[in-house]
């Protein structure tokens, strides 16, 4: 268990208005992620960080923001949600020992109307 | 850019018996990790078993092991004595710069 959580785990929102997902973690790791996940897709990496206010974009960024003003917060913003972001969240980290071995927290489901 | 493979959308065995999923990768990379991740019906992301590129030998981990085959670009993962607790989807991933890339997942159930 690497202590992340995750909020809301579970929205329901109108096109148009915005979203933000909460990741939070307890244990100081420096790295973290944003993914989504849709039917024949597996997972995607939308965007990342590797320390406060430090962040990049992955694969399928656009749409979303993110933020990270502390180590164990991640934030993940849709600014407009759209009905293609309705999509299963998840938050992962890196621990330190080995940046290359990721754990996830429990997903958000998030479905746009 | 890396992408990964499953080419087994489903697969259905009996409890007890030994079944492998496959996965395809491609990358112009010589050092990178390989991972399968199972996702049970609760929706959580579990690591199932890692393979480091640099290493020969196939990983394993009880009833788990892996067949790499890194000229070829493959690995599967072999579940031997499957159990009704198997049942899952799993994702075939590849890790490179701190970055993963997933496969599309191959759902996987075990029938009593």
């Known amino acids: 268990d690497a202590g992340i959580t995750q909020s809301p785990r579970h929205k329901v929102t109108e096109t148009g208005t915005p979203v933000t997902l909460r990741c939070h973690q307890t244990?100081?790791?420096?790295?973290m992620y944003w993914y989504r996940q849709d039917p024949g897709h597996g997972l995607r990496l939308i965007h990342y960080?590797?320390?406060?206010?430090?962040?990049d974009k992955g694969e399928v960024s656009d749409g979303y923001s993110v933020s990270r003003s502390k180590t164990e917060d991640f934030l993940l913003t849709l600014e407009s949600a759209t009905s293609s972001q309705t999509s299963v969240y998840f938050c992962?980290?890196?621990?330190?020992?080995?940046?290359?071995?990721?754990?996830f927290g429990p997903g958000t489901r998030l479905t746009v109307t | 850019a890396q992408t990964v493979t499953q080419s087994q959308p489903e697969m259905s065995v009996q409890e007890a018996e030994t079944v492998t999923l496959s996965c395809t990768y491609d990358?112009?990379?010589?050092?990178?990790?390989l991972f399968w991740y199972k996702q049970p019906p609760s929706r959580q992301m579990i690591l199932v078993i890692r393979?480091?590129?640099?290493?020969?030998q196939n990983a394993t981990e009880n009833r788990f092991s892996v067949n790499f085959q890194k000229a070829a670009k493959s690995f599967s993962l072999k579940i031997s004595d499957s159990q009704l607790g198997d049942t899952a989807m799993y994702f075939c991933?590849?890790?490179?710069?701190?970055?993963?890339?997933f496969g599309q997942g191959t759902r996987l159930t075990i029938n009593p």
């Open positions: 960080s590797y320390g406060v206010k430090d962040t």
């Open positions: 991933a590849f890790a490179g710069a701190q970055k993963l890339v």
């Open positions: 393979q480091e590129a640099y290493k020969q």
């Open positions: 244990e100081n790791h420096r790295y």
């Open positions: 990358t112009s990379e010589n050092n990178y990790y």
């Open positions: 992962a980290i890196s621990v330190a020992r080995d940046l290359y071995e990721q754990y």
